[in-house]
């Protein structure tokens, strides 16, 4: 495969600046062996906005080949927005990703697919890979409609992109009913979904691009079955919640071709 695996914890609205920098290097330490070669996986944290600046100091001034990332951002370059985060702030903190979308974004603050599609076009214009999520509700998933579902968002979000952008962006495929509820969507759903979302960008540009870009699989992801989410051949990575938040159980996920 081609596509480099892609680990991205989530940390949601959990940890302070200073239990942020004591994970980090936790997540640094367990992963600092000759048997993990960060060139084969990407390593990501995606913490609040508070705890960045503190991470870029730490994976900065020790060498850290984790990357970081934002949970959210701004359609807007600057002005009178009070509370948003620019994509230009967080490309100045080091940020190489910025997760749109996510389901708990789209239930509480009613993010469309449109706006998704937006933020997702600012975070590339600044140089930076948004992780662009998707996934259906339970009620969907009892219907069957999971894949119409799901490519209708893909369609939303990708609008207007390029397919150089497409190439860049990477999705998560997220089955809502499948998040922090400790149930598991199986490898064979996750595929379902994730081929169908690959078909989608085939048919939308072109094999090549369909062919580059990574989708992730989340919910409940943890190292007693990553492995076998993992084998799944278009899934590319996985975007970890809650087991993202203790640095051996993070570092395990990463480890998932050692499993
Ligand atoms: P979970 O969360 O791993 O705790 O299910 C995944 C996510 O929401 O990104």
Not at 35 to 62: A, C, H, L, M, W
Not at 67 to 96: F, I, N, P, R
Not at 177 to 205: F, M, N
């Amino acid at each position: 495969m081609t596509r480099t695996p892609l680990m991205a914890g989530n940390w949601k609205m959990n940890m302070d600046h200073l239990e942020a920098i004591h994970l980090v290097q936790g997540l640094h330490m367990e992963l600092s062996d000759a048997n993990f070669d960060y060139s084969k996986v990407e390593v990501v944290v995606v913490p609040p906005f508070t705890d960045i600046r503190s991470v870029q100091t730490v994976v900065e001034g020790d060498g850290m080949k984790i990357q970081y990332g934002a949970q959210d951002v701004s359609t807007h370059e600057s002005g009178a927005y009070t509370g948003e985060v620019s994509a230009t702030m967080l490309k100045k903190l080091g940020c190489a990703y910025v997760v749109v979308g996510h389901s708990e974004r789209r239930e509480y603050h009613s993010e469309s697919d449109a706006l998704v599609g937006e933020k997702a076009r600012v975070v590339l214009a600044a140089g930076m890979t948004p992780i662009i999520c998707c996934g259906e509700a339970l009620e969907v998933r009892k219907e069957g409609k999971q894949v119409p579902h799901v490519l209708a968002q893909i369609d939303g979000a990708l609008d207007g992109m390029s397919a150089d952008d497409v190439k860049t962006a990477v999705i998560a495929y997220e089955p809502i009913w499948a998040i922090g509820t400790g149930e598991v969507a199986t490898p064979e759903d996750a595929q379902e979904v994730c081929g169908a979302i690959r078909g989608r960008i085939a048919e939308l540009y072109d094999a090549e691009t369909a062919e580059a870009t990574r989708i992730l699989y989340g919910g409940s992801v943890k190292s007693s079955n990553v492995a076998e989410i993992m084998s799944q051949q278009d899934v590319d990575g996985a975007l970890v919640g809650g087991a993202s938040l203790k640095a051996d159980e993070f570092a395990k996920i990463a480890r998932f071709a050692e499993l």
